[in-house]
C-alpha cells in the first residue's frame, strides 16, 4: 500500500487507539467497539480504512471477524520517517 493511504489511516485518532488496542493481541470488532464513545458502524468503517491501508487483517472464524495488526506495514513507515529526518545511519 501506499505510504499516503497509510498516514491517512494514521491520521485519525480513534484509528491510532484501535492500534494500540490490537498491540495486545487479535480482537473482534465488537470487543473493539466495547472501548469507543461510537456506533459499531462507525468502528466498522475505521477497521475498514485500516485494513484499506494494510495495517490490520482480520481472520474470520464462524460469525466472528478477528482483527490483528499487521506490523511490516507500521516498519516500513518508521524507516521512511527515520530516513527522512536523516536517522538512516548511511
Known amino acids: 500500500m501506499g505510504l499516503q493511504q497509510t498516514l491517512r489511516a494514521l491520521a485519525d485518532p480513534i484509528r491510532r487507539e484501535?492500534?494500540?488496542?490490537?498491540?495486545k493481541g487479535r480482537m473482534s470488532?465488537?470487543?473493539?467497539?466495547?472501548?469507543?464513545d461510537v456506533t459499531a458502524a462507525s468502528i466498522s468503517r475505521h477497521l475498514s480504512v485500516l485494513k484499506e491501508a494494510d495495517l490490520i487483517r482480520d481472520t474470520r472464524e464462524g460469525k466472528?471477524?478477528?482483527?490483528?495488526?499487521n506490523t511490516s506495514v507500521l516498519e516500513e513507515t518508521m524507516l521512511w520517517?527515520?530516513?527522512l529526518k536523516g536517522e538512516s545511519g548511511e
Not at 484501535?18 to 498491540?23: G, Y
Not at 465488537?30 to 469507543?36: A, K, S
Open 64 to 69: 466472528y471477524i478477528f482483527y490483528e495488526i
Open 18 to 23: 484501535i492500534l494500540n488496542l490490537l498491540k
Open 81 to 83: 520517517i527515520a530516513d
Open 29 to 36: 470488532a465488537g470487543e473493539i467497539t466495547e472501548h469507543f
